[in-house]
């Protein structure tokens, strides 16, 4: 690529190196803007006599092409693509959805020289028409080399962010006290309530019991035939983990469990196993109070139906701090 300036007349067809405003300050045309036969008059009725162009030599790729081609193989889901000025591309979210992004491809996208790809957090909620994701070229052109790399990267390891729907988002909640269960439901169903609406969620079914654990397991297996996006154990109590008698009970109904404790605070003791495909995540004290805890990091990917792995909970830890 290779800048110059050139008489406006031999300019059809190059690429302004620089935005061009009219004379009373007023943009004209912005820089990277392909310049046409009809443009390059125009740029002569407005006095210019001279502009400072580039064009694309070969094994070059313009910007936007570039772009396009790149947000075209980064993204999947419920998400659509709009290109924008100076050689960038956006991905906006078409339905509520939860973003996965794919971090350690993220990176090393971001340290070639060509081009560079920003995201919304990993495990984020995102509402219709949102934007989700940016990705902008180097200025002007890249080397088709670097481009085919990139395109290389994505297409052998997927792509770097998936926007995964959160259609009928319900869950089940189980409330549970040492006493009487219904003591649980009182203290803590408004603020599930609350939360859940901020993801645009709701309760399918609920139930109350005793913490003990054959009546946890009857109540969980009731829970499990209503098919949720997952169960919600709301417990007066602080759990000693898969110990304790939730514990036990999500064992004795099937469950396998994929995590106990969480880099979060607050939220560090909460306790997630899997019936199938169906989680059950036991939170003690994040029912309490509706600001921000474990318990706001995890539903996205739990409406949105995606198996979170222990791994997964384990890299939470990076900007767990919470409150």
């Keep these: 690529m290779r800048a110059q300036t050139v008489d406006v007349r031999q300019s059809s067809g190059r690429i302004l190196c620089s935005t061009v405003f009219r004379s ?35 094994g070059e790729v313009g910007e936007d092409d570039a772009v396009s081609q790149v947000a075209s193989e980064m993204g999947c889901g419920c998400v659509e693509i709009r290109l924008a000025a100076g050689g960038r591309a956006n991905l906006f979210a078409t339905e509520r959805c939860c973003l996965l992004v794919d971090d350690e491809m993220l990176r090393q996208i971001n340290c070639t020289s060509s081009m560079v790809i920003a995201t919304n957090l990993n495990f984020s909620c995102a509402a219709p028409g949102q934007r989700i994701a940016t990705v902008k070229s180097a200025p002007f052109a890249i080397a088709s080399g670097q481009l ?21 988002p319900a869950v089940a909640v189980l409330y549970t006290d040492l006493s009487h269960g219904e003591r ?9 309530r609350q939360r859940l609406e901020r993801f645009g969620a709701g309760v399918r079914f609920a139930l109350s019991v005793v913490e003990e654990e054959a009546a946890v397991a009857r109540a969980l297996q009731h829970l499990l035939r209503a098919n949720p996006a997952g169960i919600l154990v ?22 396998h469990i994929e995590k106990f404790l969480a880099p979060v605070e607050p939220g560090n003791l909460m306790l997630m196993g ?29 409406l949105s139906r995606y198996r979170i792995s222990g791994w997964e909970i384990a890299c939470l830890g990076h900007g767990g701090l919470l409150g």
Aim: net charge negative; charged share 25%; proline share 8%.
């Design 24 to 58: 009373g300050g007023r943009k004209l045309f912005a820089k990277g803007h392909i310049l046409s036969e009809e443009d390059a008059r125009l740029l002569e009725t407005e006095g210019l006599g001279e502009v400072w162009v580039t064009e694309l030599e070969e």
């Design 148 to 168: 085919e790399t990139v395109i290389g990267m994505l297409r052998e390891r997927g792509p770097i962010l998936q926007a995964r729907p959160m259609r009928s």
């Design 184 to 192: 649980a439901r009182q203290l803590f169903e408004s603020v599930m």
């Design 274 to 302: 899997y019936k199938d495909d169906i989680p059950i995540i036991s939170a003690p004290g994040c029912f309490r109070s509706a600001k921000p805890n474990v318990i706001d990091l995890i539903l996205p990917p739990m």
């Design 234 to 255: 709301a417990s007066t109590t602080a759990p000693a983990g898969p110990d304790d008698a939730v514990g036990r009970a999500m064992i004795q109904t099937g469950c």
